[in-house]
């Protein structure tokens, strides 16, 4: 049996993760695990959002994985460490399970300038505070804000993300972001689903910067203060995630010994294989080969 490197999210959005990994280290194995059929988790509670992570986990383990990558950061911000701190030690003590959401605000803090950071991300997410939680315990002097966009991941999930209905939504989140703090500089796309609104993104800090132009612009003096909504800058987390875990393998030689090299990707999801393998090729401009599995 391969032992393959296991990448977990609730939908289609952990694709945009297993891309960056597999772009980076193309050799190793990997199954990719969609929990298509009860996603969004983002409005889910707590409770259920471990549950239904650990059901995950536990399936990419019995198939072989030493190593489960939770590629969302809604279980990543509400189910890891219950998992690495509860389930793991008494019932896979060998096993790993890592988040995106750490690796994220590890690099954060080193591309703002102003120090005010904002993160974009489901209801979940955000409520949890676990951006703020990290970035300013490794950046003290880091500003941290977040803004829940509800309705990102349906657009997505829907096919929706490049039509011209999406263009509301993206501007009225960013419109809410930057108002809680102008200072803001760089934002973190903080669900795996919002890499594909990235053109929207972009296309909606212009119109804003054009709509309401700072001072700066105004008097041809260059701000230091306040960054132009154009200029801010955007982190999508497939790179930052696959460098971290190739880190993680080279200070832990013992899990990357463990892992098999074939180059395979193998996709499941629990709703239909041939709805998945449609919608998947927006995320990775390939077919793919897919399965139908039942979590319980
Ligand atoms: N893609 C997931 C994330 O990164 C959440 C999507 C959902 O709400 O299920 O947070």
Redesign the pocket.
């Given at each position: 049996m391969a032992k393959s490197i296991g990448i977990f999210?609730?939908?289609y959005?952990?694709l945009t993760i297993l891309e960056g990994i597999r772009h980076r280290m193309p050799d190793y194995d990997y199954i990719y695990l969609g929990d298509n059929a009860r996603?969004?988790?983002?409005?889910r509670s707590f409770d259920v959002v471990h549950e239904f992570t650990l059901q995950a986990v536990k399936r990419l383990f019995a198939m072989g994985c030493p190593l489960v990558i939770l590629g969302?950061?809604?279980?990543s911000a509400k189910a890891l460490r219950s998992i690495q701190q509860n389930y793991l030690p008494t019932n896979a003590p060998d096993r790993r399970v890592l988040g995106?959401i750490r690796p994220t605000a590890e690099v954060v803090g080193t591309m703002s300038r102003t120090g005010h950071i904002g993160v974009l991300?489901?209801e979940?997410?955000i409520n949890s505070q676990s951006y703020n939680l990290e970035i300013e315990k490794l950046y003290p002097s880091c500003t941290v804000v977040g803004q829940a966009c509800p309705m990102w991941?349906p657009l997505v999930e829907c096919g929706e993300y490049d039509k011209p209905g999406a263009d509301y939504f993206v501007r009225d989140s960013l419109q809410k972001l930057l108002h809680q703090d102008p200072l803001i500089d760089t934002i973190i796309l903080?669900?795996?689903?919002f890499p594909l609104l990235l053109p929207k993104i972009e296309q909606q800090l212009a119109q804003l910067s054009t709509r309401n132009p700072q001072p700066s612009t105004l008097n041809s003096q260059p701000s230091t203060l306040t960054p132009q909504p154009s200029t801010i800058k955007l982190i999508p987390q497939g790179q930052y995630i696959a460098t971290s875990l190739e880190d993680y393998l080279r200070r832990h030689p013992d899990m990357d010994q463990r892992l098999s090299r074939g180059g395979t990707c193998q996709y499941l999801t629990t709703e239909s294989a041939t709805k998945f393998r449609e919608s998947a090729a927006l995320f990775l401009h390939e077919e793919v080969n897919v399965q139908h599995i039942t979590l319980n």
């Open positions: 999210d609730s939908g959005g952990g996603a969004p988790y983002g409005t969302c950061n809604t279980a995106v991300a489901t979940g997410t991941v903080g669900c795996t689903h």
